[in-house]
């Protein structure tokens, strides 16, 4: 990470071109610039992200006590920016893969490039088999960040890269344990982690492995969680599936699909 020990003129080389964007860009929230022939991202400082539909999920979240459920958008501003780097530099302490930030300030974030999206990669695997694999090992990669005690907030594919064979976690912009027990964040971790892996495999069966094979790995207490989410959710993910399957926007397939395959692993 650039330090406050560092010259002006270094620090500058990063600014200049960085601000020159965000004012040809304004619209442009992350973006990529090279410098010296390495790759960086750049993220903008977030706005705020709550919705009213974040209200709603916060009533829910109480009718149904299920912490889990709470609202975890980020509040936005340059403390937005500074938590995520200091999640970064903690998760990088405990040896769990994640870019090095080269640069924080109060109006972006720079991090070195780690390579593709693994949701992308993933579906150029031209087997299902293939594919399970690599989802098992992004899931190995999710709970050794458990482990450590910590959790990720939302752990898409999308916010893993991959390059060279290896993995790593990006985008720790929302951080769940503020909001809830670090058990229902866990499990709230692996929920939206299945929501991911669902639509890569061929039906939940092949999705339910994924999870079943590393189910004896995750702590009990957030087993007994995720178990409880799955049970809660079961009556809506089945009438969802059996009456308005058609009707349903993609995200809600991957949800019903996801909750059906914990079903299956969880028993």
């Known amino acids: 990470m650039v330090t406050e020990g560092q010259r002006p003129d270094e620090l500058n080389r990063y ?21 010296d022939q390495q790759k960086v991202w750049i993220k903008r400082r977030p706005e705020p992200k709550k919705l009213f539909w974040h209200r709603l999920q916060k009533i829910l979240a109480v009718v149904l006590h299920a912490p889990l459920l709470r609202p975890t958008v980020s509040t936005g501003g340059a403390e937005s920016l500074r938590h995520e780097a200091d999640r970064l530099a903690r998760l990088r302490a405990h040896g769990i893969p994640v870019p090095d ?9 720079v991090t070195e490039d780690c ?30 960040v458990h482990a450590v005690g910590m959790v990720h907030g939302r752990p898409m594919l999308r916010d893993m890269l991959i390059e060279e064979g290896e993995l790593t976690l990006i985008d720790l912009e ?25 639509p890569l495999l061929a039906n939940e069966m092949e999705a339910a ?3 079943a094979q590393w189910r004896d790995s995750i702590c009990s207490e957030t087993q007994r969680v995720l178990r409880r989410l799955v049970k809660t959710l079961r009556p809506f993910s089945w009438t ?26 969880l028993r």
């Open 15 to 35: 600014r200049r071109p960085i601000q020159q964007q965000i004012l040809c860009h304004p619209d442009r929230l992350v973006f990529s610039l090279t410098f």
């Open 101 to 109: 930030v080269i640069l924080c300030e109060p109006d972006f974030l």
């Open 115 to 144: 390579g593709a999206p693994l949701d992308v990669w993933l579906w150029t695997l031209p087997t299902i088999q293939e594919r399970r694999v690599w989802l098992e090992r992004a899931l190995q990669l999710l709970l050794r």
């Open 174 to 198: 929302e951080d769940p344990t503020q909001f809830m027990p670090l058990a229902h964040a866990q499990a709230r971790d692996l929920w939206l982690f299945m929501v991911g892996v669902a």
């Open 209 to 211: 492995k994924v999870l």
């Open 240 to 265: 969802l599936d059996k009456t308005l399957a058609r009707h349903l926007g993609r995200d809600l397939q991957r949800a019903v699909l996801a909750n059906n395959a914990m079903t299956r692993a």
